[in-house]
Each structure stands twice: as structure tokens, then as C-alpha cells.
């Protein structure tokens, strides 16, 4: 038999909300959260087909013969090499087996397509969506 007490308790937790959450700060939030995380060497990626993204790959820069090269990925499935271009596309492939499919998915944000894997990277984006 349940409480009044326990019947309540539920109805008063839910009164001290302030109802829908308020989107400009979760997405400032989210925002924030990404850029800490690429600062300190975190992205996010969806691996080997995965349909939900995670903050768990790596992201170093390196230079190469060509200019600037991202070396992302995770230990556990692999890494791929990414080179930084100057003329607009992002990134391309720099080991040349899979081309990089690069979009834009927000506010300084580019998802990265390469086979299965997929990543998302800070990037100048001219504040386009």
C-alpha cells in the first residue's frame, strides 16, 4: 500500500520544475562542451557504422609534406589521417583509400564521412547550418 507521503512526493519534485528546457542555453552548453573536449583532444565519432555519436575519439594535429594533418580516430577500431585544405572543402582524405565526405552540421561544426566512420570536427564554417 503506498503512502500519501509517497504519492506526493513525486508531485512536489515535479512542481520545482521550470517546465521546458531552454534551448539557446542547452545548445550554448553543448557548444561549449565540444570545444573543451577538441581542446583537449576529444571529438565526437560514430565508428564502424554506429548511429549515435560519442565523445571517445582522439584528435591530433600533425605536419605533413602537403601542410596539416589530422590523425582521428579511436585505439581500439583505428585511425585515419585527415589533411586540412585551404580551399574551402575542409579536410580530405589523406590516405587516399576512401575519399572524405565532408557536410556541415552546425555552427562551426563539420561532420566527417569517411567508410563507416563518421566524425565531427571544429571548423571555420562562416556560421552557416
Same mark, same amino acid.
Given at each position: 500500500m503506498?503512502s ?8 512536489l519534485l515535479l512542481a520545482g520544475?521550470s517546465?521546458a528546457?531552454?534551448?539557446?542555453e542547452?545548445?550554448?552548453?553543448e557548444a561549449?562542451?565540444?570545444?573543451e573536449a ?5 571529438i ?6 554506429a548511429?549515435l ?11 605533413g609534406?602537403?601542410g596539416?594533418?589530422l590523425v582521428v ?6 585511425y585515419?589521417?585527415l589533411?586540412?585544405t585551404?580551399?574551402?572543402r575542409?579536410?580530405?582524405? #589523406?590516405?587516399?583509400?576512401e575519399? #572524405?565526405?565532408?557536410?556541415? /552540421?552546425?555552427?562551426n561544426?563539420?561532420? /566527417?564521412a569517411v567508410g ?7 571548423a571555420?564554417?562562416g556560421?552557416?547550418?
Amino acid at each position: 500500500m503506498i503512502s500519501k507521503r509517497g504519492a506526493i512526493l513525486p508531485l512536489l519534485l515535479l512542481a520545482g520544475c521550470s517546465g521546458a528546457p531552454d534551448n539557446g542555453e542547452l545548445a550554448e552548453a553543448e557548444a561549449r562542451g565540444s570545444r573543451e573536449a577538441a581542446e583537449n583532444g576529444r571529438i565526437e565519432c560514430a565508428l564502424e557504422g554506429a548511429k549515435l555519436f560519442d565523445r571517445t575519439c582522439t584528435v591530433e594535429e600533425m605536419s605533413g609534406a602537403e601542410g596539416a594533418i589530422l590523425v582521428v580516430g579511436r585505439s581500439n577500431v583505428g585511425y585515419r589521417r585527415l589533411q586540412i585544405t585551404t580551399d574551402g572543402r575542409g579536410v580530405v582524405s #589523406a590516405d587516399g583509400a576512401e575519399p #572524405a565526405k565532408v557536410s556541415i /552540421v552546425g555552427d562551426n561544426v563539420i561532420e /566527417v564521412a569517411v567508410g563507416n566512420d563518421r566524425y565531427r570536427l571544429p571548423a571555420n564554417t562562416g556560421g552557416a547550418k
